[in-house]
């Protein structure tokens, strides 16, 4: 399995990217997705995540509002649609295959190799 996240970059605040995580050797529409970020000295922490059952998505609160994350299952593809940018939303980015978005046995299988982006103010 392989993950490649793509897109990332550096941007100005109020800006927008979109990341990308392009899948091989797995079927991502039956899998549920993470996106994780961690920046500089801090822990890493889970962004969103597209559910395996209805394709609905979870956000940190943080970006709620500012951050979509969807999938393209033609394309195999999700992505993570980030506008609104703050300074506090530089970090790297990673997109992982996981079992279950949320519960206790929830888990992060595969791992993207991550893409930067930072926003500069």
């Known amino acids: 399995v392989q993950l490649q996240a793509s897109g990332g970059g550096l941007v100005q605040v109020g800006g927008s990217l979109r990341l990308s995580c392009k899948a091989s050797?797995?079927?991502?529409?039956?899998?549920?997705m993470g996106w994780f970020r961690q920046a500089p000295g801090k822990e890493r922490e889970r962004v969103s995540c597209i559910s395996v059952f209805d394709d609905s998505t979870d956000y940190l609160d943080s970006v709620k509002g500012r951050i979509t994350g969807s999938r393209d299952n033609a394309k195999n593809t999700v992505y993570l649609q980030m506008d609104s940018l703050k300074p506090e939303d530089t970090a790297v980015y990673y997109c992982a295959t996981m079992n279950l978005c949320n519960g206790a046995e929830s888990r992060a299988d595969y791992w993207g190799q991550g893409t930067l982006v930072t926003v500069s103010s």
């Open positions: 050797g797995i079927i991502l529409d039956y899998v549920a």
